[in-house]
């Protein structure tokens, strides 16, 4: 049963661990309320990550007690020491309200009151190590990452409460929005003792980085289907840059793959004679994935943004006559192009909601409270690869039932891929890659390219709530699936189409990979070291953050009780997570200077000391973050530091100083050890873990239970990563293991619908069941 949600009421006591969050759901039409006016940011920042909103001043916890009432959904972020909504006992202070929690490390075990920004969270959640040169410190992706995955999650418990219509307390830890976001940085470890190393950009499973241009530099590679390789030969053919390329031994792709570093040198050369705009223009005739990288500054001007209404406007005091236009949301319901107020005051300091909520009036969507958010919900999921399964494996950790469709005849190359399998000596019903994002599904195996499957898979249509697909754009239509045909065949159902770049727009036919999307959206420009050339990230990061939006796009819908067809750009998902990126040049002109060097990478404009130094033991290290003057005096008396009694701008003026003397501290130290000691006396630290480091070493998460193990009927027992939106009342669980291939297809086709076992028989003899 849907619910009224126009508006939802928001209560943001959220700082920078989960203003994404808070934002996220400013773009689904929340009415969102602050009780403080952002002060101590930037007015880039303030305008990016409040715009929407509105601020009333709260005098005492008796006001802070009557705006509560009145929300339905209170977001809370900080240390778990500064929390206002949660009780010693661990309950909320609000139980009427759906209250939402992120901390640093979550709110219970050993670590609990532990300090974080974004370089000690994406350390100790294992984005830090995936980043950087092999010849330098290891760095976290730009633009707070870390923060905004975890306020992605923050909101997707927001919705996942509302849809089970059971007030309750959302556990989210940073740690683990990250520790869930590393695709094979933990998954290459627990199935073959082994974790990936930074590269400075090479990816390590696929043949895609970032090639130098005529005039900037481009992503792309030759990785994926056959074509991608024959048709890029052939461009490279006619422009006579195919060097030996043509002969016949480089036809096997475990032959390029082997000889990589040559084929990459002649790819540089052809790169290198185009100017950056244009070849990616004429990749996109082509079909091929390559695409130029964007400084965050072109995202306003790009035609397909501009095309769908992504970008957004935003107008009120302190900003120019007009507004500003701004990223706008990865997915929202609202008309397109969104304009917004920025952060305003309620007048004269009053009541933003005048009339409380009745209660009573939102009922649980399953007969049992305490079930799961979403049981009783049936997903049929038509993906592949990694951003369509990380958004079944979420639905599905909350109880929906997902039906996969897979085949030998369109194979997934994280089942069948021997590269993607991680598991040695490994076989398409046990990698290790497929394992971990397909748990909690059924596989039913269906031949799409018969007429015949194509008529089963409309079949299942009524019997299901939500289709999640990402074909090319057109795909659908073509077996007569597109949400006009759906609608006929189930009035209310979800379609969430998850293309490249959306199903429509002067890109819309491109096609993309990780490397591509994340060019496009501005972050991979941001990941040069200063000086250096842009090094893109070597984990499909924008494949989960796309996810992530079609998981709430997904909930708000459920939550609404109605069918739709939501069209989620990967590229838009990845754009909204560039913060102020493309509003500093136009609203900070005297923006202070880069503090960070290309031996300093993780220099910060808010800390100093901010910084990953070494550690005892082969490439260890240590992430520090000191961002006020308590902090500073406390690390002093635990270190001999220069510029002791300095502030923040007089150590900034010493860094270099300051990071060689800690460094040579830090230097002969176990990192674990360290980072203890200096949380223990209230200063940010954390290892910078490895696959490993997470599994094995980390007492923290195995208190919590993060790492679950499902036993697997051919690769035995399996840790599995585990759930990051942690409802109290209606907790999601891992209850299944990955499935066989067309292991459950028998038993959904006699369930839903109804063949018998002739039927089956004959259906398997044509191969369409396989």
């Known amino acids: 049963m849907g619910i009224d949600l126009s508006p939802l009421r928001v209560l943001d006591l959220t700082d920078e661990l989960a203003f994404q969050g808070a934002r996220l759901l400013v773009g689904l039409g929340a009415d969102v309320v602050r009780t403080e006016p952002a002060a101590g940011l930037s007015l880039a920042a303030r305008t990016h990550w409040h715009a929407g909103k509105r601020w009333v001043p709260v005098r005492g916890e008796a006001s802070l007690d009557e705006l509560a009432r009145g929300a339905d959904i209170v977001l809370e972020s900080g240390p778990v020491a500064r929390l206002r909504g949660v009780r010693s006992d661990g309950s909320s202070r609000w139980p009427h309200a759906l209250h939402v929690v992120v901390t640093p490390f979550g709110l219970t075990g050993p670590h609990r009151d532990w300090l974080g920004d974004d370089l000690i969270l994406a350390s100790a959640g294992g984005m830090t190590w995936l980043g950087g040169r092999p010849d330098g410190q290891p760095k976290p992706p730009p633009r707070g990452q ?10 997707i418990g927001a919705l996942l409460g509302v849809v089970s ?3 309750q307390l959302v556990d989210v830890s940073v740690q683990e929005a990250v520790a869930a ?3 094979t940085g933990v998954v290459a470890w627990i199935h073959a003792g082994r974790f990936p190393v930074r590269s400075g950009g090479v990816y390590e499973h696929v043949a895609h980085r970032i090639f130098a241009t005529a005039d900037g530099y481009a992503a792309g590679g030759y990785s994926g289907s056959n ?6 030969l052939a461009w490279m053919a006619e422009r006579g840059e195919a060097g030996d390329l043509g002969e016949e031994r480089w036809s096997d792709a475990a032959f390029r793959w082997n000889e990589r570093p ?7 050369r052809f790169a290198a004679r185009w100017p950056a705009a244009e070849l990616a223009e004429e990749a996109r005739t082509r079909a091929l994935p390559w695409a130029q990288v964007a400084e965050p500054g072109q995202l306003t001007a790009n035609p397909q943004l501009r095309d769908r209404g992504f970008l957004v406007t935003v107008d009120g005091e302190g900003l120019p006559e007009g507004g500003v236009e701004d990223v706008g949301f990865p997915w929202s319901p609202l008309p397109r192009p969104l304009a917004l107020d920025a952060l305003r005051e309620v007048p004269d300091g009053g009541q933003p909601w005048r009339h409380a909520r009745a209660r009573g009036s939102i009922g649980p969507r399953s007969a049992s409270p305490e079930s799961p958010a979403l049981d009783g919900v049936r997903v049929l999921d038509l993906t592949w690869v990694l951003a ?10 909350h109880g929906a039932d997902i039906v996969k469709v897979e085949s030998r005849h369109r194979q997934d190359p994280t089942r069948f891929s021997p590269s993607m399998h991680l598991r040695p000596g490994s076989d398409p019903d046990d990698s290790g890659y497929f394992l971990n994002f397909n748990r909690n599904k059924r596989s039913v195996t269906l031949n799409l390219r018969t007429e015949e499957g194509r008529r089963l898979l409309r079949d299942l249509v009524p019997h299901c709530d939500v289709i999640v697909e990402n074909f090319s754009p057109g795909v659908l239509a073509r077996w007569g699936m597109d949400y006009v045909s759906l609608r006929e065949l189930n009035p209310d159902v979800i379609l969430v189409s998850m293309a490249g770049v959306g199903q429509t727009g002067p890109w819309r036919k491109a096609v993309t990979f990780a490397d591509t999307l994340a060019a496009m959206s501005g972050l991979a420009s941001e990941t040069r070291d200063p000086g250096g050339p842009p090094q893109g990230l070597t984990f499909g990061l924008g494949d989960m953050v796309a996810a992530n939006a079609a998981v709430l796009a997904t909930l708000d819908l459920l939550a609404k009780g109605r069918g739709g067809h939501v069209d989620l750009s990967q590229l838009e998902a990845m754009a909204a997570t560039m913060g102020a990126a493309s509003l500093e040049p136009v609203l900070e002109a005297s923006r202070p200077e880069d503090p960070r060097t290309a031996a300093h990478p993780n220099r910060s404009a ?5 910084g990953v130094y070494p550690a005892a033991g ?3 290290w240590v992430a520090v973050s000191v961002t006020d003057e308590t902090q500073w005096r406390t690390l002093n008396a635990l270190v001999e530091l220069p510029c002791r009694d300095a502030d923040l701008a007089g150590r900034r003026a010493h860094e270099d100083d300051i990071d060689a003397a800690l460094a040579s501290w830090t230097r002969d130290q176990e990192a674990r050890k360290l980072a203890a000691l200096l949380q223990e006396a209230g200063v940010p630290a954390a290892v910078v873990a490895t696959g490993e480091d997470l599994v094995v070493d980390d007492e923290h998460l195995a208190v919590r239970g993060f790492y679950p193990v499902l036993e697997h009927p051919l690769a035995g027992p399996v840790p599995h990563e585990g759930i990051v939106a942690r409802l109290t009342a209606t907790a999601g669980a891992l209850t299944r293991p990955a499935p066989l291939l067309g292991e459950h297809t028998r038993e959904v086709l006699q369930e839903l619908l109804g063949l018998d076992d002739d039927r089956f028989a004959a259906l398997a003899a044509q191969g369409v069941t396989e």
Request: glycine share 8%; charged share 20%.
């Open 227 to 232: 074509r991608m390789w024959t048709d890029l």
């Open 262 to 268: 040559h084929v990459d040198e002649i790819v540089q």
């Open 146 to 155: 870390a923060l905004q995955t975890a306020g992605a999650h923050a909101a």
């Open 165 to 167: 219509g059971t007030p």
């Open 606 to 610: 808010h800390a100093v000391p901010h």
């Open 388 to 397: 369509g399964p990380y958004v079944t494996k979420q639905l599905g950790e």
């Open 181 to 183: 976001t590393l695709e």
């Open 618 to 620: 082969e490439d260890r």
